[in-house]
């Protein structure tokens, strides 16, 4: 019973950091992500346009 006990606090606090976590950094991960991609293909666009000339 008592293990039981431990593992619901365990979690419940697991959870509570997991969307701590989301809410202040996942939308700021998600704009770096978008923006190292989109870095990517600019450069990768500038690449095959070197080829093809």
């Given at each position: ?23 202040e ?27 093809f000339?």
């Open positions: 019973m008592y293990g039981y006990i431990l593992d619901v606090f365990i979690w419940s606090f697991s959870i509570y950091g997991i969307v701590c976590f989301m809410n950094y996942l939308l700021e991960t998600v704009c770096y992500l978008i923006t190292k991609c989109g870095n990517a293909i600019k450069l990768y666009r500038k690449h095959v346009a070197k080829i000339r």
